[in-house]
């Protein structure tokens, strides 16, 4: 069975500042691993995927995530927070084979202030 | 390009009747998956269908059903609902079956039960 953990249901940062987002995984199969963003009254929009090549990676609106296996851990980072960031996140990991289903955590609202 | 497309937005409804949602996937898209969103149990996979056939399905009673049609257009029904089916309903959409494929998600149908 695969799992999500997400640190933190909220998080709160000034414009301006680093954003991280903590995300850590459980799976006995190399996991593929996403974050995806909902902002209210919306679907989900893919940030950033893993899918076993680069541990780096680059996502749209300047966000990025690590992939460190020895750390089970998958953190969405991105250097200046902006107003138009705040919405909720979530990390979903699934794997080879896995199809469509995706887990989810539990998310992570994040509200920029001023 | 058309994004996924749901239909109903919103829905109200009485315990035990039963109700019926729509998903209409990118064009070019033969993978939708549903998934069912609440606060307290957050982002959960109900089923995945591909070329008509149902692929996968979460841990949900027999009262979800699904379906998906000849041009890929997919539906699902809850029977007898109940307080607890309350929820937005999200549908998502991808080319293939590969797990790496990105799925991309409609605005959801908000269903609530009265």
């Known amino acids: 069975a695969q799992s999500v953990t997400q640190l933190g249901s909220h998080v709160s940062v000034s414009e301006g500042a680093l954003v991280l987002l903590r995300c850590n995984y459980s799976?006995?199969?190399?996991?593929?691993l996403f974050w995806y963003v909902q902002y209210p009254n919306q679907g989900l929009q893919l940030l950033l995927k893993?899918?076993?090549?680069?541990?780096l990676v680059k996502g749209i609106n300047g966000f990025e995530a690590e992939f460190k296996k020895s750390e089970t851990s998958f953190h969405l980072t991105k250097p200046s927070a902006h107003m138009s960031d705040a919405a909720e996140y979530f990390c979903a990991v699934t794997h080879r084979g896995g199809g469509n289903k995706l887990t989810f955590g539990t998310g992570t609202q994040l509200k920029v202030e001023l | 390009k058309a994004g996924v497309t749901q239909t109903p937005r919103y829905l109200i409804k009485t315990r035990g009747q039963q109700v019926t949602l729509s998903c209409s996937p990118i064009s070019g898209h033969r993978s939708v998956s549903w998934y069912q969103q609440t606060p307290g149990q957050g982002l959960q996979f109900l089923f995945e269908?591909?070329?008509?056939?149902?692929?996968n399905k979460g841990n949900f009673p027999g009262r979800f059903s699904g379906r998906q049609f000849s041009n890929s257009r997919s539906e699902m029904n809850v029977s007898t609902l109940e307080l607890g089916d309350s929820a937005l309903y999200l549908c998502?959409?991808?080319?293939?079956?590969?797990?790496?494929?990105?799925?991309?998600f409609g605005p959801g149908t908000r269903l609530t039960v009265l």
């Open positions: 269908y591909f070329s008509e056939t149902q692929r």
């Open positions: 998502a959409s991808r080319t293939g079956t590969s797990s790496t494929d990105t799925q991309y």
């Open positions: 799976s006995s199969v190399p996991p593929y």
């Open positions: 893993y899918t076993s090549a680069a541990t």
